[in-house]
């Protein structure tokens, strides 16, 4: 996983709750970085599952609450870093369909070691979207909240519905209708 996941999410989590909390969650864990991350670099994502699990001990506030929030947050890192990706598009729709055969594939050139999920499309409309999201790492609430903020981003809204096709997450259905 990309430092910058990392970076930007102990940013928030100092934000959010402190610095003791981020000191906290990090002797809490068992990290080979020692904490320690650059935003070029790359970790193991157990260190995040850890940071995350501790975090979540911590506030009482579940994993995939604490991704939905800190997606939504990674959204604006991407709106500053990537503006120029994100200006080819016009349209929320357009946009989260072509994750997997653009979007990820302009990631991948910049940072070929990126740990990314597959979104295959299986529905599209002007309107609709139905999608299955597949990763090892069940980040599926952080595409929630990347998802929420694109609309936001087109001023646009929309529901979303997940449907675990997998119980650990690792296999989720979107249903996405444009309101
Ligand atoms: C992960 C970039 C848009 C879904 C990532 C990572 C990067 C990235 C750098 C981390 C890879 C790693 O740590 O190794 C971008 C950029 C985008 C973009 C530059 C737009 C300009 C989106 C959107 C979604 C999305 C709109 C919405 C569904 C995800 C998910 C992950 C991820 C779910 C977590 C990894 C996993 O689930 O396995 N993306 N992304 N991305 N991205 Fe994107």
Same mark, same amino acid.
């Given at each position: 996983?990309?430092?910058?996941?990392?970076?930007?999410?102990?940013?928030?989590?100092?934000? &959010?709750?402190?610095? @003791? $909390?981020?000191?906290? %969650?990090? #002797?809490?864990?068992?990290? =080979?970085?020692?904490? /320690? *991350?650059?935003?070029?670099?790359?970790?193991?994502?157990?260190?995040?599952?850890?940071?995350?699990?501790?975090?979540?001990?911590?506030?009482?506030?579940?994993?995939?609450?604490?991704?939905?929030?800190?997606?939504?947050?990674?959204?604006?890192?991407?709106?500053?870093?990537?503006?120029?990706?994100?200006?080819?598009? &016009?349209?929320?729709? @357009? $946009?989260?369909?072509? %994750?997997? #055969?653009?979007?990820?594939? =302009?990631?991948?050139? /910049? *940072?070929?070691?990126?740990?990314?999920?597959?979104?295959?499309?299986?529905?599209?409309?002007?309107?609709?979207?139905?999608?299955?999201?597949?990763?090892?790492?069940?980040?599926?609430?952080?595409?929630?909240?990347?998802?929420?903020?694109?609309?936001?981003?087109?001023?646009?809204?929309?529901?979303?519905?997940?449907? &675990?096709?997998?119980?650990?997450?690792?296999?989720?259905?979107?249903?996405?209708?444009?309101?």
């Amino acid at each position: 996983m990309k430092g910058i996941v990392f970076t930007e999410f102990l940013d928030l989590v100092e934000n &959010k709750f402190g610095l @003791e $909390m981020v000191d906290e %969650i990090i #002797n809490a864990s068992n990290l =080979e970085s020692e904490g /320690i *991350y650059t935003s070029v670099g790359t970790y193991k994502f157990s260190e995040m599952l850890q940071l995350l699990q501790h975090l979540s001990a911590n506030t009482g506030i579940s994993i995939d609450d604490l991704l939905l929030v800190y997606a939504e947050h990674f959204f604006s890192v991407l709106e500053d870093s990537y503006s120029g990706l994100l200006a080819t598009y &016009k349209d929320p729709i @357009e $946009m989260i369909s072509s %994750i997997e #055969n653009h979007i990820h594939v =302009e990631v991948r050139k /910049i *940072y070929p070691d990126a740990e990314l999920p597959t979104f295959e499309v299986i529905e599209k409309t002007d309107n609709s979207l139905v999608m299955i999201y597949k990763s090892s790492r069940a980040m599926h609430h952080f595409g929630l909240g990347l998802m929420n903020k694109t609309f936001e981003h087109f001023n646009s809204k929309a529901s979303i519905v997940l449907e &675990k096709l997998k119980a650990d997450g690792t296999e989720v259905k979107f249903l996405i209708n444009k309101n």
